[in-house]
T-cell receptor
Framework: KAGVTQTPRYLIKTRGQQVTLSCSPI?????VSWYQQTPGQGLQFLFE???????NKGNFPGRFSGRQFSNSRSEMNVSTLELGDSALYLC??????????????FGPGTRLTVL | AQSVTQLDSHVSVSEGTPVLLRCNYS??????LFWYVQHPNKGLQLLLK??????LVKGINGFEAEFKKSETSFHLTKPSAHMSDAAEYFC?????????????FGAGTRLAVHP
């Protein structure tokens, strides 16, 4: 079974631009979560989508947004990029099992550099 | 609120010697706990998961972890380190118990393995 895929793997943007990152979950997984990893802040939760609905959101400004499509693929968008947005953005997918905590499987990440 | 504390930012061992990576957690209810590993320039790989079925959890590549409620600990161990174990390890707790997929990460422990 194919794992979580993320595109592109690397991106270079300049301040003020916007960027869209894509994530394709494992087949059959309907939950997609996004995380930001930086040397200073570590791994932080951005948001989670399930059945095209944002189910949970981390403590990030409104410049960070996302969506999920009917095939469970997800995109996240960052507008008006700042230098501090330079990070590894990780996507994770899981099967929502109802009452118990899901196991999340991570993709390789997208490395975003803002100049 | 849930949180995890990884007690060592760096651990250095010789190949063939035991590995111990320490993690304490805080949770207002019975937690789900995970260990993930991240090799350089890679995504996160699940090592093992605790969800109250058994206190000693066996994972991949010879790793295991023991859940100790009285000590609020979930330490990761391996009897004999291999050079390929050099990586960063994250202790993770699930943020709630309703199946929502929000993970709280520790700051990470970088494991170095010397010949």
């Amino acid at each position: 079974k194919a794992g979580v895929t993320q595109t592109p793997r690397y991106l270079i943007k300049t301040r003020g631009q916007q960027v869209t990152l894509s994530c394709s979950p494992i087949s059959g997984h309907r939950s997609v979560s996004w995380y930001q990893q930086t040397p200073g802040q570590g791994l932080q939760f951005l948001f989670e989508y399930f059945s095209e609905t944002q189910r949970n959101k981390g403590n990030f400004p409104g410049r960070f947004s996302g969506r999920q499509f009917s095939n469970s693929r997800s995109e996240m968008n960052v507008s008006t990029l700042e230098l501090g947005d330079s990070a590894l953005y990780l996507c994770a997918s899981g099967r929502w099992t109802g009452g118990s905590t899901d196991t999340q499987y991570f993709g390789p990440g997208t490395r975003l550099t803002v100049l | 609120a849930q949180s995890v504390t990884q007690l060592d930012s760096h651990v250095s061992v010789s190949e063939g010697t035991p590995v111990l990576l320490r993690c304490n957690y805080s949770s207002s209810y019975s937690p789900s706990l995970f260990w993930y590993v991240q090799h350089p320039n890679k995504g996160l790989q699940l090592l093992l998961k605790y969800t109250s079925a058994a206190t000693l959890v066996k994972g991949i590549n010879g790793f295991e972890a023991e859940f100790k409620k009285s000590e609020t600990s979930f330490h990761l161990t391996k009897p004999s380190a291999h050079m390929s174990d050099a990586a960063e390890y994250f202790c993770v707790v699930s943020a709630n118990n309703r199946g929502y997929n929000k993970l709280i990460f520790g700051a990470g422990t970088r494991l170095a393995v010397h010949p």
